[in-house]
């Protein structure tokens, strides 16, 4: 079971999507306030720009995708497009936990060895690695949602566990208090966003994948989720090492 299957291979979509890259981040005039549901930037790469009202998390599928696409999403940075099947042949679609990693490392190394980034799914392919490296920095799903009760958001922990709630995402103005400043100046250069739409796109980001991470709104797969967090990481470290 891959808890964050489906909301990496939207995300790698989207970020692979060429109408995408043209529409850069920058002045997407994303105010700094607090944001409902899966917000604005999250949502439109979730839900879709032509969707009205955002992405609706408790109409998200949590269970096991049982085949989204690998084949398709590496295909595609072969220059096969959206739809390039099989030209990796021997990769399996139904990814592993660790595949989840190697398919953003396949995106987020594309990009990069095309010249750049661009567009909303771009900026949160940048971010999901920086997520997760602070939830595991913090001692796994437990320790971060410690973490985050401790600093006075237990409302909004409650909310990203829950499978009635939208998520209450956290304010940008506060995201400092997580993430280093250089990590978010450093993902401002590489996706073309600025510093207000990096610290909008953690405050949603953060909550979905905590949301994903807790699919029957308690901790009992916590050592599932740290593991596919892990898997994740390593492979995603190993990707992007052998490009540089």
Do not use: C
């Not at 994303?30 to 549901?37: A, K, Q, S, Y």
């Not at 400043?181 to 207000?196: F, K, L, P, S």
Request: hydrophobic share 30%; charged share 20%.
């Amino acid at each position: 079971m891959s808890l964050l299957g489906n909301l990496v291979s939207q995300v790698a979509r989207r970020a692979m999507d060429p109408e995408d890259a043209q529409r850069n981040p920058v002045n997407q005039r994303i105010d700094p306030r607090r944001t409902g549901g899966l917000g604005d930037i999250l949502g439109s790469v979730l839900g879709g720009a032509s969707q009205t009202g955002g992405y609706n998390p408790r109409q998200y599928d949590r269970q096991p995708d049982n085949g989204f696409g690998l084949d398709d999403i590496l295909g595609g940075l072969t220059g096969g497009g959206l739809n390039g099947g099989n030209q990796r042949g021997g990769v399996n679609s139904n990814a592993s936990a660790g595949g989840l990693g190697d398919i953003l490392g396949s995106v987020l190394g594309g990009q990069r060895t095309k010249g750049g980034f661009g567009g909303k799914g771009m900026l949160i392919a940048a971010l999901m690695p920086m997520v997760l490296s602070w939830i595991k920095r913090n001692g796994g799903l437990s320790g971060a949602l410690s973490k985050i009760t401790g600093m006075g958001y237990e409302n909004q922990a409650r909310s990203w566990m829950s499978n009635q709630q939208d998520n209450d995402n956290l304010d940008p103005n506060d995201i400092s208090q997580l993430f280093d400043d250089n990590e978010i100046q450093q993902v401002a250069e590489h996706t073309g966003a600025n510093d207000v739409e990096v610290r909008q796109g953690l405050a949603e980001l953060l909550p979905e994948v905590m949301n994903q991470l807790t699919p029957s709104g308690n901790l009992d797969n916590e050592s599932e989720a740290n593991e596919e967090i892990d898997q994740i990481i390593n492979q995603l470290s190993s990707r992007l090492g052998a490009l540089k």
